[in-house]
């Protein structure tokens, strides 16, 4: 079995230029990598077949798994008659606003390169993973990125500055169309991107925490009022900075002492089930 690390993502920014013709929202994203993984185990087949096994029961099983798309994307296009087995350890809360998905098709993609020697670049991945799902080309890479398009287009940036990152889910799933079906682009707020890349080049902690922002709070917010509550609280146990990753519900607090990140943990854990301190 071939063992593949599939690293959750969260925006430390999310902006929204336009509606397209084509009905995508035209996108700007600071995304970068958290060390909370999905493990994915590649068993090789002879019979053809993609088989999803996951103890989880709310992954799904057949072709609506993006890890499952991933390995018949690779099959039709470079016409592999191999199968494969795709065991899927869930760590990654799903349907959470941290590319859970994404990042286990962008696994797959990388780990059947190698166990069917396509001999495929990490640019050509991507490309393909574009096809799956918008968060799947970043996924490829990981690292931290600015994503445009609709977000599939991906310039790598450089590693921000290290500290705790408190993630907190509320136990409720968002569609993250949904959300976006909710946008209204017409006098948003937006986020200061260029800000946001300057502290990331300058390595500067605190005005990354005051240049995130993600303007599909303006929805998530009043449709979840718990993500709302979240929020607060992360804010009152002393995070120096929280945002909504991607169209939620997880929200993420930035901390540079470890004391305080277990502090806030602590406190979350009192009325959330799905808390993590992360780096
Ligand atoms: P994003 O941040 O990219 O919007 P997300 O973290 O909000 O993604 P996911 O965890 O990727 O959301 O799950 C979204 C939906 O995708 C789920 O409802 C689930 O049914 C489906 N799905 C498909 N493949 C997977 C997978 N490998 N793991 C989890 N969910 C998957």
């Not at 990654?92 to 994404?102: M, Y």
């Not at 799933?173 to 682009?185: D, F, H, N, P, R």
């Not at 986020?191 to 300057?198: A, D, E, V, Y």
Request: charge should be negative; aromatic fraction near 6%; charged fraction near 20%.
């Amino acid at each position: 079995m071939l063992y593949v690390k599939a690293p959750a993502k969260i925006n430390l920014t999310l902006d929204v230029l336009y509606k397209r013709p084509d009905n995508y929202h035209e996108v700007e994203m600071v995304m970068t990598t958290v060390d909370l993984s999905d493990r994915i185990g590649l068993e090789p087949r002879e019979d053809g077949l993609i088989k999803i096994v996951s103890a989880d029961r709310y992954v799904p099983d057949d072709q609506r798994n993006f890890a499952y798309q991933a390995a018949q994307l690779l099959k039709d296009t470079y016409g592999v008659e191999q199968g494969v087995n795709i065991h899927i350890e869930k760590e990654i809360p799903i349907a959470a606003g941290l590319a859970g998905g994404s990042s286990d098709a962008a696994a797959t993609l990388r780990g059947l390169n190698s166990l069917w020697n396509l001999g495929l670049t990490l640019d050509e991945l991507a490309v393909l993973g574009a096809k799956i799902g918008s968060d799947v080309s970043f996924c490829v890479y990981g690292g931290t990125a600015l994503a445009t398009g609709r977000g599939e287009k991906i310039e790598h940036i450089a590693t921000p500055p290290s500290c705790f990152v408190v993630l907190a889910k509320p136990k409720i799933g968002v569609s993250t169309a949904e959300v976006y079906g909710g946008l209204k682009i017409e006098g948003l707020e937006h986020p200061n991107t260029k800000q946001m890349l300057k502290a990331i080049e300058t390595n500067d902690y605190d005005l990354v925490c005051a240049s995130l922002g993600n303007v599909l709070e303006t929805v998530t917010l009043n449709l979840y009022p718990e993500v709302v509550t979240i929020k607060e609280q992360m804010q009152r146990f002393g995070a120096d900075a929280v945002l909504m990753s991607g169209s939620g519900p997880t929200v993420f607090g930035l901390v540079d002492s470890e004391t305080r990140a277990t502090r806030i943990y602590n406190g979350l854990r009192g009325f959330c089930d799905e808390v993590y301190v992360v780096r």
